[in-house]
């Protein structure tokens, strides 16, 4: 399979749910090809949920946080962290300002001026095109439970059921295609698992706009 198919295989899981007030939110740029078939099934708007890792000084692929988009950009801090402790509020405050601005130039790419969707209230249905380490998903849900939406629903095509369970306590439901054990790379359990660029990105978000403003 490749995404748009997956997509189109958890549009037919979700779609009996009876959401009454859905909104998709992506993860780019592997989640928006997914998201797509799921927003036109269920006639819901598409957003962007971006989030933007925080790396311990000198160790960057070490997150120690990460900062979530939105009407008002979220920033989750790993306080699981033990370097976290040792880092200065200013060193803190530099780093997520450079995060911020990373974060909001990604989204003017990829949607222009366009404001977020409102998730207060709302069926909120977060979307990538798997998960391994989940650290990305995992900073996604703490910022939109915090959100107050009515419920969060994960949906994923694919993922080791240990990263499941980590969810679980951060959402009211998860649906997932296919949890395969040994679980190896997200893309060995695609045919198609090409890399995305930005324009496709862009493309896709302007279709979910086009069949938004149709309804």
């Not at 009876?18 to 078939?37: C, E, K, N, Q, S």
Request: hydrophobic fraction near 45%.
């Amino acid at each position: 399979m490749d995404r748009t198919e997956a997509g189109e295989q958890l549009a037919s899981e979700l779609a009996p749910i009876g959401f009454t007030d859905p909104v998709v939110l992506a993860l780019p740029r592997g989640g928006v090809p997914v998201a797509l078939p799921v927003a036109k099934r269920l006639k819901a708007p598409l957003d962007l949920l971006i989030v933007r890792k925080i790396g311990a000084p000198g160790h960057e692929e070490f997150a120690i946080g990460a900062v979530v988009d939105g009407e008002t950009p979220d920033v989750v801090w790993n306080n699981e962290a033990d370097v976290l402790r040792s880092i200065p509020q200013s060193d803190r405050s530099r780093m997520l300002s450079t995060k911020l601005k990373e974060l909001q130039m990604r989204r003017r790419t990829y949607l222009g001026d366009r404001p977020p969707v409102p998730i207060r209230g709302r069926d909120a249905i977060l979307i990538d095109d798997g998960i391994a380490t989940g650290a990305s998903a995992s900073a996604a849900l703490i910022a939109l439970r915090r959100r107050s939406p009515k419920t969060i629903t994960l949906a994923i095509p694919v993922a080791p059921q240990e990263s499941l369970e980590r969810f679980r306590p951060h959402v009211d439901r998860v649906v997932c295609l296919s949890t395969p054990f040994p679980f190896f790379a997200v893309g060995a359990h695609y045919v198609d698992f090409r890399q995305l660029t930005d324009k496709a990105v862009i493309l896709a978000m302007a279709e979910a706009n086009r069949e938004e403003e149709n309804r």
